[in-house]
């Protein structure tokens, strides 16, 4: 992995097990639940001019990165609710790189981090009540053209914090 691609995925790519066993899905709800804490504490001491600063050239701000938590993790929980009540419903793909360059970007990164507290509360608790046949419940993803599991998702969202809790760390480190 080149420098560029260490910065980008400092955790690594999403991996899917060959096997999502029920004690994976117990430690990926618990990232999930205790996400907006572990965030808040890398953020609560760095300086505007730190949350200002891109965790690479050319990539997003810390201050970006908080806000993108809360537009991508509202639109997975969304993801899951549909899934969740419709046969695998075809779910609204959004350009997160566009979304990052709104006006609410800018904001204080608290505002977001108060609605991951909501969110993530509400969707852990989702999480902890789900049966193993919602786990197989799916979603239609047609960028990837692929049928995803309740399942994947929720490991891929516990992949999504730990990565860009990578990211704010970068920043926070220099």
Same mark, same amino acid.
């Given at each position: 992995?080149?420098?560029? &691609? /260490?910065? %980008?995925?400092?955790? =690594?790519?999403?991996?899917?097990? &060959?096997?999502?066993?029920?004690? *994976? ?7 999930? /639940?205790?996400?907006?804490?572990? +965030? ?7 300086? &505007? ?6 965790? /690479?050239? =050319? =990539? ?6 908080? !806000? !993108?938590?809360?537009?991508?993790? *509202?639109?997975?929980? @969304?993801?899951? #609710? +549909? ?7 075809? @779910?609204?793909?959004?350009? $997160?790189?566009?979304?990052? %360059? *709104? ?9 977001? @981090?108060?609605?991951?507290? =909501? *969110? ?8 902890? $009540? ?10 239609? !993803?047609?960028?990837? #053209? ?8 929720? +490991? ?5 914090? #730990?990565?860009? +809790?990578? !990211? @704010? #760390? ?5």
């Amino acid at each position: 992995m080149n420098v560029i &691609d /260490r910065l %980008k995925f400092p955790i =690594g790519k999403f991996e899917k097990p &060959d096997k999502i066993t029920k004690a *994976l899905l117990d430690k990926a709800i618990v990232e999930i /639940r205790s996400f907006p804490d572990d +965030l808040k504490a890398l953020v609560e001491n760095l300086s &505007d001019a730190q949350l200002d600063m891109p965790y /690479r050239d =050319g =990539g997003w701000t810390a201050r970006q990165v908080v !806000h !993108h938590c809360a537009d991508s993790h *509202l639109n997975a929980f @969304i993801r899951f #609710k +549909l899934a969740l009540t419709e046969k695998n419903p075809t @779910i609204k793909p959004y350009n $997160e790189a566009e979304w990052a %360059k *709104l006006p609410d970007s800018c904001l204080p990164v608290s505002f977001s @981090i108060d609605i991951l507290k =909501g *969110l993530h509360y509400k969707w852990s608790h989702l999480l902890e $009540e789900m049966s193993t046949s919602d786990f197989g419940k799916t979603y239609f !993803h047609p960028e990837s #053209k692929s049928k995803i599991s309740l399942e994947e998702a929720t +490991l891929i969202y516990e992949w999504h914090c #730990k990565h860009h +809790l990578a !990211h @704010i #760390k970068i920043v926070g480190s220099r």
